[in-house]
């Protein structure tokens, strides 16, 4: 079909042409001013963590490993920051699978630490601000710097997280069972094709992941935001694509 064609050449051009999409999107309701403002909360499943405004008309779910150092490309210099600013605008929400399967990868246990403080995090209501600091000071891959002492003392970069409630949960891997869940809703979504999970980091944009071929996309970031500036725009085009 003529949409498959169209929308290849728009994730393919965007790798090479670095389009700003910094235009304003019509109103959905008055601006987030801050990450501290924004919701976030758990979602049903007990697994995927939700932030922003749950009404937004583009949804993108990312699955992440907090010591994958593509992860933390995208993040600090890639999409990452197009996708912040359509948050706060409420046109776009965030929902995020965090996996640990690089734990028994690389070895060590940051990855399941890093996941289990998140989760602490979110139930003090600084999951957004803790998650930039997490890849902000993310450690070598190679180097299982997410530990206990590590991990607390970033939280103190976050004001009002450290207290003794989220100081034992991170000490005692409270939510173990969260990590636990949470990497194996990251191995179902690679499916069949995919046993061991997607890769990290992966996009699914309202329903649709970004393919392999264009998973560069997430590191560029005008090209993601151009992405997601056409999935805004053209929500129809983008569902019946086939990439």
């Given at each position: 079909m003529v949409r498959r064609g169209r929308w290849a050449v728009v994730c393919a051009a965007a790798l090479l042409v670095m389009v700003g999409c910094g235009q304003r999107q019509a109103q959905y309701g008055p601006d987030f001013t801050s990450a501290e403002e924004l919701p976030e909360k758990l979602s049903t499943n007990g697994i995927t963590i939700m932030v922003g405004d749950p009404d937004a008309p583009v949804t993108v779910h990312l699955y992440e490993d907090p010591r994958c150092p593509y992860c933390e490309e995208f993040e600090t210099t890639g999409g990452s920051s197009h996708l912040r600013e359509?948050?706060?605008?409420?046109?776009?929400?965030?929902?995020?699978?965090?996996?640990?399967?690089?734990?028994?990868?690389?070895?060590?246990?940051?990855?399941?630490?890093?996941?289990?403080?998140?989760?602490?995090?979110l139930e003090a209501g600084k999951f957004v601000e803790y998650h930039e600091?997490?890849?902000?000071?993310?450690?070598?891959?190679?180097v299982d710097g997410y530990t206990d002492a590590s991990l607390l003392e970033l939280a103190g970069q976050v004001e009002g997280l450290r207290g003794p409630e989220f100081d034992a949960a991170v000490r005692s891997m409270k939510y173990r069972s969260f990590v636990t869940s949470s990497q194996k809703a990251y191995e179902e979504a690679g499916g069949t094709q995919e046993p061991e999970g997607p890769g990290t980091p992966t996009a699914v944009i309202?329903?649709?992941?970004?393919?392999?071929?264009?998973?560069?996309?997430?590191?560029?970031?005008?090209?993601?935001?151009?992405?997601?500036?056409?999935v805004h725009d053209e929500p129809g085009e983008w569902q019946d694509t086939k990439l």
């Open positions: 359509a948050v706060l605008d409420r046109w776009a929400r965030v929902e995020y699978t965090l996996a640990s399967f690089l734990d028994d990868r690389v070895g060590g246990s940051g990855s399941k630490k890093a996941v289990n403080a998140l989760r602490a995090a600091v997490l890849y902000a000071n993310q450690p070598d891959e190679s309202n329903g649709k992941r970004i393919p392999l071929e264009y998973n560069a996309l997430l590191l560029q970031s005008d090209a993601f935001a151009e992405l997601l500036q056409k």
